[in-house]
């Protein structure tokens, strides 16, 4: 079975603190993606990475960096938390999006970390 | 634009009463239909995979259909455990491909 982990189910910051969120995937999948969740909005994407080291921006970007130093480890940064930050963090892996082999573009998600910001 | 609309936004079901929920697409270049099931507080948990136009797959009470604008999810005779969110997800365009949410059917069983 295909496990995503996630560093923390809660997470409480103040407004201007520095927030680590991180994610661990187990079944060596190149591509790993950042979520955050709100209700009315649905799932919007923060970034993403096709391989170690790579990153692209998703819909959302703004106020958020993310690292990936080793494949099975993807990282969210908060840079300088803000209230309009709190929500719902999802951290998605999937083998490889371009793949001709079905099912290898699936993404599997973690548990969530709800962040709140006051 | 490229869209995926799901609905209704809720649904509430007795035990044993048997429905559908919609997820219609108007993309470009559709490489794959998901559907996911969320419960609360939780992550997404994946439930099918769908390619191509006439394809079905099914798993214990839920099956899930592809046309060429709209999916379907079937559920048989649900009960209470069936109540969560139900996402779809298509996944279009070129090389890696950009995959895009519904805002999901939240669906209630009652007993």
């Known amino acids: 079975d295909v496990k995503v982990t996630q560093s923390s189910r809660y997470l409480v910051k103040r407004t201007g603190e520095k927030v680590f969120l991180e994610c661990v995937q187990d079944m060596d999948h190149e591509n790993m993606f950042w979520y955050r969740q709100d209700p009315g909005l649905g799932l919007r994407l923060i970034y993403f990475s096709y391989d170690v080291k790579m990153k692209e921006k998703g819909d959302i970007p703004e106020g958020y960096s993310v690292s990936r130093e080793k494949k099975e480890r993807f990282s969210l940064i908060l840079e300088s938390a803000s209230t309009n930050q709190t929500s719902m963090y999802l951290c998605?892996?999937?083998?490889?999006?371009?793949?001709?082999?079905?099912?290898?573009?699936?993404?599997?998600f973690g548990p969530g970390t709800r962040l709140t910001v006051l | 634009e490229d869209q995926v609309t799901q609905s209704p936004e809720a649904l509430r079901l007795q035990e044993g009463e048997s429905s559908s929920l919609n997820c219609s697409y108007t993309v470009s270049g559709l490489r794959g239909l998901f559907w996911y099931r969320q419960d609360p507080g939780k992550g997404p948990e994946f439930l099918f995979t769908l390619y191509s136009a006439g394809e079905e797959k099914e798993k214990e009470r839920l099956k899930a259909t592809l046309t060429k604008k709209e999916s379907f999810l079937h559920i048989t005779a649900p009960k209470p455990e069936d109540s969560a969110t139900y996402l779809c997800a298509a996944l279009y365009g070129g090389s890696q491909g950009n995959l895009i949410f519904g805002k999901g059917t939240k669906l209630s069983v009652k007993p």
């Open positions: 998605a892996s999937s083998f490889h999006a371009g793949g001709l082999t079905t099912g290898t573009d699936t993404q599997y």
